[in-house]
């Protein structure tokens, strides 16, 4: 899964890390929309054996979007917003 910016793109550029590699990301984005964005590409892969998941409903309900944040512990990646120095990792 891929999102593409389409307005909005001015906004000051904040930097997170996923699995330890930097992302530029912009301030207010959700960390979801962050990654992808950023092309995280997924956030985790399902336990029921049906490949990667990113995310489903968008509105913190599906469960889907789980990320580890070093000093957070496991958030919803679709509603937390992405703070400049964010170190990330896939579920
Ligand atoms: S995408 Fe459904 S809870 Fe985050």
Same mark, same amino acid.
């Given at each position: 899964m891929r999102l593409v910016r389409l307005r909005d793109a001015g906004r000051p550029r904040i930097a997170v890390t996923l699995d330890g590699a930097a992302l530029e990301a912009q301030e207010g984005d959700t960390l979801l929309t962050a990654l992808l964005a950023g092309g995280a590409g997924h956030l985790r892969m399902s336990e029921f054996g049906? !490949?990667?998941? %990113? !995310?489903? *409903?968008? @509105? !913190? $309900?599906?469960?889907? *979007?789980?990320? $580890?944040?070093? !000093? @957070?512990?496991?958030?919803? $990646?679709?509603?937390?917003? %992405?703070?400049d120095g964010m170190a990330v990792r896939r579920g």
């Amino acid at each position: 899964m891929r999102l593409v910016r389409l307005r909005d793109a001015g906004r000051p550029r904040i930097a997170v890390t996923l699995d330890g590699a930097a992302l530029e990301a912009q301030e207010g984005d959700t960390l979801l929309t962050a990654l992808l964005a950023g092309g995280a590409g997924h956030l985790r892969m399902s336990e029921f054996g049906d !490949g990667p998941r %990113a !995310g489903f *409903c968008l @509105m !913190g $309900a599906c469960q889907d *979007c789980w990320v $580890a944040v070093e !000093g @957070m512990g496991r958030v919803r $990646a679709c509603t937390t917003l %992405a703070q400049d120095g964010m170190a990330v990792r896939r579920g």
